[in-house]
């Protein structure tokens, strides 16, 4: 594997070389079959990045691979879905009335696991534990990327980062704190007081663990072993 991708690498540097790129395209083959081509004078870069069942992950040197966007985005900038705790589908109103996870596990199963349902395979919301893993083992800066406000989270292990959006949360029809604040459902129930469970909270200054009531609309970073 490593010397196929080494003989990868020295051929796209030798077409990007030439003075002939215009007249060349980059075929991507599995076997023997072609499954994609691209015009190589309309390619800017390439990245060889980490993927785990179709979605994007970085490793920061923890236990678990942090994914680079929430549940329902297609850019680490967007905000994605919202989930009321133990429910995996999105709704128009996040009420009390129409809340419909009955269960109080410790941690939620993987069929009440937002993530897992909707990325599958291995994917799934992260542990109260693994959220603090991230807070105490990473630098957080906040700042903007692509005109949304959220922290690049930088392992202080590995140098490599995260951006986590300010996505706010959703309370009845409402979003609240958008662009301003971030919920971050865990998968860890509240034990004390089952009406409520942990989860990560980002402010422009300080970023900690909090507990709330199940039935607000909060954003899912999904991890995955």
Same mark, same amino acid.
């Given at each position: 594997?490593?010397?196929?991708?080494?003989?990868?690498?020295?051929?796209?540097?030798?077409?990007?070389?030439?003075?002939?790129?215009?007249?060349?395209?980059?075929?991507?083959?599995?076997?023997?079959?072609?499954?994609?081509?691209?015009?190589?004078?309309?390619?800017?870069?390439?990245?060889?990045?980490?993927?785990?069942?179709?979605?994007?992950?970085?490793?920061?040197?923890?236990?678990?691979?942090?994914?680079?966007?929430?549940? &329902?985005?297609?850019?680490?900038?967007?905000?994605? /879905?919202?989930?009321?705790? @133990?429910?995996?589908? +999105?709704? %128009?109103?996040? *009420?009390?009335?129409?809340?419909?996870?009955?269960?109080?596990?410790?941690?939620?199963?993987?069929?009440?696991?937002?993530?897992?349902?909707?990325?599958?395979?291995?994917?799934?919301?992260?542990?109260?534990?693994?959220?603090?893993?991230?807070?105490?083992?990473?630098?957080?800066?906040?700042?903007?990327?692509?005109?949304?406000?959220?922290?690049?989270?930088?392992?202080?292990?590995?140098?490599?980062?995260?951006?986590?959006?300010?996505? &706010?949360?959703?309370?009845?029809?409402?979003?609240? /704190?958008?662009?301003?604040? @971030?919920?971050?459902? +865990?998968? %860890?129930?509240? *034990?004390?007081?089952?009406?409520?469970?942990?989860?990560?909270?980002?402010?422009?200054?300080?970023?900690?663990?909090?507990?709330?009531?199940?039935?607000?609309?909060?954003?899912?970073?999904?991890?995955?072993?």
């Amino acid at each position: 594997m490593k010397t196929k991708l080494i003989t990868l690498l020295i051929a796209i540097f030798a077409i990007f070389g030439s003075a002939y790129a215009q007249d060349k395209v980059l075929n991507i083959y599995k076997g023997n079959t072609i499954i994609s081509t691209y015009e190589v004078s309309d390619i800017d870069s390439i990245k060889f990045e980490t993927a785990h069942n179709g979605h994007l992950y970085v490793d920061l040197a923890l236990s678990v691979k942090w994914a680079t966007c929430n549940v &329902g985005a297609t850019s680490p900038e967007a905000y994605g /879905d919202y989930f009321a705790w @133990g429910e995996t589908t +999105t709704k %128009s109103s996040y *009420t009390l009335s129409n809340y419909n996870y009955t269960s109080n596990p410790t941690t939620l199963p993987l069929s009440a696991d937002a993530a897992n349902v909707n990325w599958g395979g291995n994917w799934r919301m992260p542990t109260k534990a693994e959220q603090e893993e991230l807070i105490n083992n990473c630098n957080w800066e906040f700042t903007v990327r692509n005109g949304v406000n959220g922290y690049k989270v930088t392992s202080k292990i590995n140098g490599n980062s995260i951006f986590i959006p300010s996505a &706010g949360f959703r309370d009845g029809n409402n979003l609240n /704190d958008a662009g301003s604040r @971030g919920y971050y459902w +865990t998968s %860890s129930l509240v *034990t004390t007081y089952i009406e409520f469970a942990y989860y990560l909270s980002i402010f422009p200054n300080r970023v900690f663990i909090d507990d709330y009531s199940h039935i607000y609309g909060f954003t899912v970073r999904p991890v995955c072993e």
